[in-house]
């Protein structure tokens, strides 16, 4: 008998795995590769890429023996709030900076999802704003206007 994995969710994560690594992969063709020791270009999103292709190929595999079934319901909310907070996060950068993009940002992800508490998310955008401003700012140096009118604190 021949299994159906249509519905065997590690199949179906698996198959997507695998096309997202081997067009990794193929996109990072046109750029130089280099060794270890001197990366070029191509050399990071094809290891990642190649990576992220096996662990889709052992979870097909993990698919196929387990002939397991899962009631799969596409997630309409997450992926329209997800969607918006990127557009929202690339309309508002330019405009109002960094710290408020990211605020808008986090608040509209967090609506997506099954449970919306506002001092978790609250906290979380305040850590998670605090990192990127210090990891992209300060240390990368790079000129993000923070408030509007604000490019370093």
Partial sequence: MKPDLRGN???LAGLLFLAIGAGAMGVARAYPFG???RMGSGYF???????LALFGLFLVIRGIQSRERAQLT???KP???ITASMVIF???LPRLGL???LAALFFAAAAGGREFRFGEVLALTAVMTAFAVGVFVYVLKLPFQLFPGVYFL
């Fill in 9 to 11: 969710k590690d199949f």
């Fill in 35 to 37: 060794t270890a020791m």
């Fill in 45 to 51: 999103p094809t290891v990642l890429g190649g990576i």
């Fill in 74 to 76: 596409w997630g309409w």
């Fill in 79 to 81: 992926l329209a709030f």
């Fill in 90 to 92: 690339g309309f508002l």
């Fill in 99 to 101: 710290v408020p993009a």
